[in-house]
């Protein structure tokens, strides 16, 4: 079966340091795959989504930026975090065609 | 951006009531689907109905679609406490992309 990881669960860290987010997904070869940041009672916005090893699309222009190394690896990064940066973010993978999206349980970022 | 808004923000019901929660987009669809968040935690898929269905049930959940409206309704029957969490609707176009609306928050009163 299908699953994704996606670490840390909770992450606090000072203005003007780096981020790494990372998520595997196990079980499914060539996903799509999706970086989602909500704010706090907020819906979600998609920042980034890749269809293919190095290929990103990016929805927001912003402090953040993704890579795909590997085929089921998906990396969320900022060279310096802003306070603005904190939230919840979830990354997801989709098979092609009317499939639903698979969710990590997420990562709590709190920039102090 | 998001696509869809769901209608109410917020619902408070008591146990074994019914929920309806509506979610409106803007441009055409290839399917439309259903999730649940419990507080702090990931989304789960609930139900996924194509842009040719009109309407499609899942134990005590009943999703309708019209396309000419662009919008969806979700109903959850016989409500339970566990039920209490955040649902949204999310829309794919087919353009890889899965946008999500801002979420309706359900609470169920025992």
């Known amino acids: 079966s299908q699953t994704i990881h996606q670490w840390p669960a909770t992450l606090v860290q000072p203005v003007g340091s780096p981020l790494s987010l990372e998520c595997t997904v196990e079980g499914t070869s060539n996903p799509n795959l999706y970086w989602y940041r909500q704010a706090a009672g907020r819906g979600l916005q998609l920042l980034f989504y890749s269809v293919g090893i190095g290929q990103i699309s990016s929805e927001v222009p912003q402090n953040l930026s993704a890579s795909r190394p590997q085929d089921r690896q998906f990396i969320l990064s900022s060279k310096k975090l802003l306070l603005s940066d904190s939230g919840f973010y979830l990354c997801?993978?989709?098979?092609?065609?009317?499939?639903?999206?698979?969710f990590g349980q997420g990562t709590r970022l709190t920039v102090v | 951006s998001q696509q869809g808004e769901e209608d109410p923000q917020a619902l408070s019901i008591q146990e074994g009531e019914n929920a309806t929660m509506n979610c409106s987009y803007k441009?055409?669809?290839?399917?439309l689907q259903w999730y649940r968040q419990n507080s702090g935690r990931g989304l789960v898929h609930l139900i996924l109905i194509r842009s040719n269905e009109r309407e499609k049930h899942s134990g005590r959940l009943r999703v309708t679609l019209d396309t000419s409206k662009k919008s969806s309704s979700l109903l959850i029957t016989a409500s339970r406490a566990a039920d209490t969490a955040s649902y949204f609707c999310a829309t794919d176009a087919g353009d890889y992309k899965l946008s999500f609306g801002a979420g309706t928050t359900v609470t169920v009163r025992a």
């Open positions: 441009t055409s669809i290839n399917n």
């Open positions: 997801a993978w989709k098979g092609e065609g009317n499939t639903e999206a698979f």
